[in-house]
């Protein structure tokens, strides 16, 4: 191809990908599929690789990463990149708004922009002629770090600005926002990273800060980021307002947040506190604080900035979800790979509405590295679904000097010998048949994210383990109404319902089916990817070593553990017994994956509660239905499922023209 030609084909390749690119991490909305991008991409891989003097610093092949920097370079921002005040009360808020109202000189209530805190790194942007030149971190406020390479790997974040009619982009731009990990992503990533023999982060604030901060640009493209644009680094000609530029930034290609509002008056900014703070554990980030904004750029600029943080603004914090509490006792419980986890007995205390009596303590080394006591004064944490956790001992509320604790040599289930292996963090009893793992595994197989098999409860599955009514998962699809009425406290309809349920359990999918095997280092992600790539539970039992790694987000040590469990006897065994008795996850067809699914694509908000199941119920089966899930109504929302007692969402969903349907249609749709 003549170079002249190459510049014109690449231009618009480039154009090309980077609407695509904006389709899918922006909007949520893709039009070509994955392995169409990725031949557009090549294309331009390939022409670029011919004519290396034709790189374009917009180029989308700078997405995957650039060989590694040996520093960074600093960088000083435009302007002084500020904090913010906190408020911790209502009454704080209040007096907030006085303050202003008292500078300003007038009594009218102010409009405020009032937008969900993030909780994740900062980030500035520097775009010249509509291009990305430079992206730093906010470091001392007025130097910060040079992560231009970084930037470039974060889907959201554009690299070259749309030019939306009737605004036209100054020459420079610089925005501010906010890099994280939604939680969904921040599971999957753990997941990875210990699959592949990593470790795995505290919490997604963590996980964002550390993938930004990454010398090698490669690492961080697999780092699942987003940057929510919040804030003008530099005043930029023609907008006025804060509401104003979200709109244009969100125009110009950028993603901003959907739940920000414009509020009159400071009354109004408590309603969109008090709906954040019931919002709080359904959204799909982590989110600490309502920051509330003088909506006009005028009145900023008129109030201006106290000791490095504006007047004009504040952060309302939510509810802590950290308390101190006691930890009464340490117990070891014996997981279904004969891992022993120690868990610490708390003294119950309530955070964001719900009490919290345990919280898992992971290993031996990590409570040695926090040095975790019994009878220790401990700060935890909870974050969305995850379990809670210890972060730290208050070290000065120790009393005397209580013993170290250690993971005992015999397992406490079964006695037999506690083996901890070169290298690894995890001990392990060594007797497979250790009746506590079984009862584990057996759990696991049931769990609600498996095969979902209601009332098999921790306590009867106990009670069928010690009584050798089973000895694998297998066993549970021969028990029947005779053998159940023996076992104690359960009574015939008990006994019927839990038949009815192991009968309705034999249809789940084949990745709830392959995540329920319990197979070391297959969650449901990895469980996900083998149903999606592999198509059958017998072309997955069968794959070879190769083939697994071939999977996109499989590595060569969960690979390794499918190849070890699929080749055992016994497992090959009691997958062939549960067959045999009706349990067949249907194949997933490979071509046209997606499409066949009753949900596919759908984005869907469910508000109200559910007669049938719980929202993490809900949440699986629309995922389970190729839907996902959203926790606001906006135009994007295809559909509303709205239960008992439906609230705001509903109403803003009428107003929208959004549709609704009820529980029955909703159940209806997904048995499809
Ligand atoms: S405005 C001068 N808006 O919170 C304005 N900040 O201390 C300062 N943050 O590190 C920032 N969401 O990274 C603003 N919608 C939002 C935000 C937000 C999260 C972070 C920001 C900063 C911290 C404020």
Known sequence: MKKGKAAVRIAQLIEQLNEHNHRYYVEDAPIISDAAYD????????????????????????????????????????????????????????????????????SEPIDYMAEPKLDGVALELVYQAGKLIVAATRGDGTTGENVTHNARTIGSVPLALSKPPGFVVPDKIVVRGEVVILKEDFIKLNEQQLATGERSFANPRNAAAGSLRQLDSRITAHRPLSAFIYAPGLPIAGIESQNQFLSIMSKLGFLTNSLSRLCHGVDQVLDVYNELTEQRFELPYEVDGLVVKADSFEIQKRLGEISRSPRWAIAYKLPAVQETTLVNDIIVQVGRTGALTPVALL????????????????????????????????????????????????????????????LPNRCPECNSVVHKEEGQAV???????????????IRHFASRTAMDIDGLGDKLVGQMVESKLIKDVADLYSLDHKSLSNLERMADKSATNLLEALGQSKQRSLRRFIFALGIRHVGEHIAGLLAKRLGSLETISEATREQYEQIDGIGPEVAASLVTFFSQTVNQQVIKRLTRTGVKPPSVELSDLDSRQALSGKTIVLTGTLASMDRRQAKQRIQDSGGRISAAVSKKTDLVVAGDKAGSKLAKAQKLGVKVIGEDEFVRLING
């Open 39 to 106: 031949r557009l991409l090549r294309k331009l891989t390939d022409l670029e690789a011919g004519f290396p003097d034709l790189t374009a610093i917009d180029s989308p092949t700078s997405r995957v990463g650039a060989p590694p920097l040996s520093s960074f370079e600093q960088f000083t921002h435009p302007s002084a990149m500020l904090s913010l005040q906190n408020a911790f009360s209502e009454q704080e808020l209040r007096e907030f708004d006085e303050r202003l109202h008292k500078s300003l000189g007038h």
């Open 347 to 406: 003294e119950p205390v309530g955070i964001g509405g719900v009490e919290v009596s345990r919280a898992t303590l992971h290993n031996q080394d990590e409570i040695d590295r926090k040095d975790i006591r019994i009878g220790d004064s401990v700060l935890i944490q909870r974050a969305g679904d995850v379990i809670p956790e210890i972060v730290e001992v208050v070290k000065e509320a120790r009393q005397g000097n209580p013993a170290r604790f250690h």
């Open 427 to 441: 001990h392990r009893c060594t007797n497979m048949n250790c009746p506590a793992q079984l009862q584990a595994r």
